[in-house]
């Protein structure tokens, strides 16, 4: 398997951070926008689709800053790829923005690129945020 790319996405948000900090760092939260369901126990963290269940661990997070998470599958592998959920507030105009960090194989970055756009789409949503 090839070597996974690392990208960035940055996400305007009009939504409070301590808001937010529960839609990404809390099982509930998760599931009103990233997954169908979300389960934990203690730091591994289960997510549910329609068809489909992946494990992640928490590998860390900071209150009402940040989650990081990676997938049992690259833990498994030893892969130090992970997915990172962080909240970013302007100094001078306090915008809220999201960034997401993630990896992915070269020939499917536009195609994860896309379903964190409908992802953020649905937490838009939830949040009532334009």
Do not use: C, H
């Not at 990233?34 to 661990?57: H, M, Y």
């Not at 030893?78 to 909240?87: K, L």
């Not at 507030?89 to 964190?116: H, R």
């Amino acid at each position: 398997m090839s070597e996974k790319i690392k990208y960035d996405l940055e996400f305007v948000i009009q939504s409070s951070p301590q808001l937010l900090y529960t839609y990404i760092s809390t099982p509930s939260g998760l599931s009103e926008w990233f997954a169908s369901n979300v389960n934990s126990r203690g730091e591994l963290f289960t997510f549910i689709w329609d068809d489909s269940e992946e494990s992640a661990k928490l590998l860390s997070k900071k209150n009402g800053e940040r989650v990081k998470f990676r997938w049992a599958e690259d833990e498994e592998n030893g892969d130090d790829y992970f997915f990172e959920i962080r909240i970013q507030v302007d100094e001078i105009t306090k915008d809220v923005s999201l960034i997401i960090t993630d990896f992915s194989e070269d020939d499917e970055i536009n195609e994860n690129k896309m379903l964190w756009d409908n992802m953020i789409s649905n937490l838009k949503q939830v949040l009532g945020s334009s």
